[in-house]
C-alpha cells in the first residue's frame, strides 16, 4: 500500500537492504541515480553504483576484473582513457565521505551483460536493482517515431529483466524533455507511462527538492563531472541541474549545445518510475535482443524490428 507522504518508488526500495543503482544507457546515466542514493543510504540502506560505461575498460589493471564485462573503478584506478565518467564519480564519491566504488559494466550484449550483473548482484548480494536512465528514451516501446538513442538502455532493460532472482527490480527516469534532441516525443512517453499505470507498473513521479541535502549533492556532483570534462560535460545532466536552480529557457551551460535551442524547465527535475517487469512485458522488441552478445547486434536488431512495422505511431503535440 502507498501513501501520498512518499513517492511509492522510494516506498518500495525501502523494503530492501542492498540495493544496486545502475545507470542503463552509458555515459553519465549513473548520476541520475545519486539523490535516490543519497535517501537510501541516510535511511539505512546498503547502496552500490555501477554504470553501463562508454569508456574503454580492455586496457584496465587485470586486479580490477570482477568478472567478464565488469570491472571495479575506484577513485585511483589506473586509466589513459580521457573519458571515464565513472572514476569522475568514484572520485567525488570518495572526496564526499561517500563509499568510492563505481562498478564499471562494458558495452555489450544481453547475454554477456545479464552474466556481469548476475556477478555482481551474487558479489554484493544484493535484493535490489534500480535502472536508471538520464531522459526518457528507455520508456520507448519501439513503435514511437523516435526512439531516442535505445540501444544500451535496452540491453540493460533486457538483461536485468532476465534475472527474475532479484526481487525487486525497477527503472527510474530523471530529465523529462531531454530526449526530444534524439527524437523522443514525450507525449508519447507519457501514454506509455499511462500503459504502464493500467498494468499496475507505473510507481509514480516525484521531483528533487533543491533546498535538501540530496539535491545540493547532486549539484556539486554534476558540477564537478562539469568540471573535470570541460570540452564534454553531460547535457542531460547539466540540463537537469539547470533546472534544479530554477533556470528556465535556453540557458547556455556548455558549448556543446550552441547550435540548439535548449528549453529548461522543471518538468525535468521530475523522476519518472515504473517496474522492470511492466516495461519489459510493454515492450515490442526486447525478445529480440535475448541473444545478443555485442552492442551493434542490438542495433541491428532494433532496424530489423522497425522496417517491419507497418506503421510507426506518429509524434503528437502535446496540447497543454
Request: aromatic share 10%.
Amino acid at each position: 500500500m502507498f501513501s501520498l507522504s512518499e513517492p511509492p518508488l522510494l516506498t518500495r526500495l525501502k523494503t530492501a537492504e542492498r540495493i544496486l543503482i545502475a545507470g542503463a544507457g552509458g555515459g553519465f546515466d549513473v548520476y541520475a541515480g545519486l539523490p535516490i542514493a543519497f535517501a537510501l543510504r541516510a535511511a539505512g540502506k546498503q547502496v552500490h553504483l555501477a554504470n553501463l560505461s562508454f569508456s574503454h575498460l580492455y586496457g584496465l589493471p587485470a586486479d580490477v576484473w570482477l568478472a567478464p564485462e565488469l570491472a571495479e573503478i575506484r577513485p585511483d584506478t589506473a586509466s589513459a582513457e580521457p573519458y571515464f565518467p565513472e572514476r569522475t564519480l568514484a572520485r567525488w564519491l570518495d572526496l564526499h565521505g561517500q563509499p568510492g566504488t563505481v562498478w564499471a559494466f562494458g558495452s555489450v550484449g544481453v547475454q554477456p551483460l545479464r552474466a556481469a550483473y548476475r556477478a555482481l548482484a551474487e558479489h554484493l548480494a544484493v535484493d535490489a536493482i534500480l535502472l536508471v536512465d538520464g531522459g526518457t528514451d528507455i520508456l520507448m516501446r519501439g513503435d514511437e517515431a523516435g526512439l531516442g538513442t535505445p540501444e544500451e538502455d535496452m540491453a540493460s532493460l533486457a538483461a536485468v529483466a532476465g534475472m527474475p532472482e532479484i526481487p525487486l527490480r525497477l527503472v527510474a527516469c530523471l530529465g523529462f524533455g531531454i530526449d526530444s534532441y534524439h527524437g523522443v516525443n514525450h507525449s508519447l512517453a507519457l501514454e506509455n507511462l499511462a500503459a504502464l499505470d493500467r498494468a499496475d507498473g507505473y510507481l509514480g513521479a516525484f521531483s528533487i527538492p533543491r533546498d535538501s541535502r540530496e539535491g545540493a549533492l547532486y549539484l556539486d556532483a554534476v558540477a564537478h563531472a562539469q568540471a573535470a570534462f570541460p570540452e564534454h560535460p553531460s547535457i542531460v545532466h547539466g540540463s537537469v541541474a539547470a533546472a534544479l536552480r530554477g533556470q528556465f529557457g535556453d540557458v547556455r551551460f556548455t558549448e556543446r549545445t550552441r547550435y540548439s535551442s535548449l528549453f529548461i524547465n522543471p518538468l525535468m527535475t521530475l523522476y519518472f518510475a515504473a517496474t522492470v517487469e511492466a516495461l519489459a512485458a510493454n515492450h515490442l522488441y526486447l525478445d529480440r535482443l535475448e541473444q545478443t552478445y555485442l552492442m551493434r547486434q542490438i542495433g541491428s536488431a532494433i532496424e530489423e524490428f522497425r522496417d517491419e512495422l507497418p506503421v510507426r505511431r506518429p509524434p503528437r503535440m502535446f496540447p497543454h
